[in-house]
């Protein structure tokens, strides 16, 4: 079994940035784009976070034969794309995989490593939120396509000290300080 609860066979894997971007393009409502763009605004140098805010909704794109997908099989389907803090960040984002204490909360998902992602998790609930009721210019897919190759090539990992090089530069728009 998978870390999902889905046999192995049945995740589907996105295996590619460019198989990535054609489901993002299915979301009818934009509100990935619109979570990605309000955490490039607040936490421009958390490339990992920015991109677990484009693809938090990628279980609704996603379909088994069952036609039911978890959130635990959409952060597992972009695991081995995005690596294991995204897929994290994905997971926690619903209530049902939130942690419920400072100890891991929820049955052995990520014990220590969940609780180290907490204002990771909050940060991206609340922006999940606020991108739902706002009518928010995002910009265009076609825009996180290069910073999505870069953190599926591993580039933008965060260092353990908080602190990363953003290849990218600042934001549109922002001032660097």
Known sequence: MARSEVPEGQVPYVTSV????????????????????LLRRSHPFDKELQIAGLVHRLGRLLRLSDESVTVGVAAESIRPLLGERVARLVRLQSPRHRPTSEH????????????VDAEAVATLCQARDSAAAAGLDAGVLEDWQPLLELVAAGSCRVAPSGKALDPLGAPRGSRRR
């Open 18 to 37: 460019l198989e990535l971007m054609e489901l993002l393009r299915t979301d009818p409502e934009d509100q990935g784009l619109r979570t990605a763009a």
């Open 104 to 115: 891991g909360g929820h049955g052995g998902h990520g014990g220590h490593r969940d609780s």
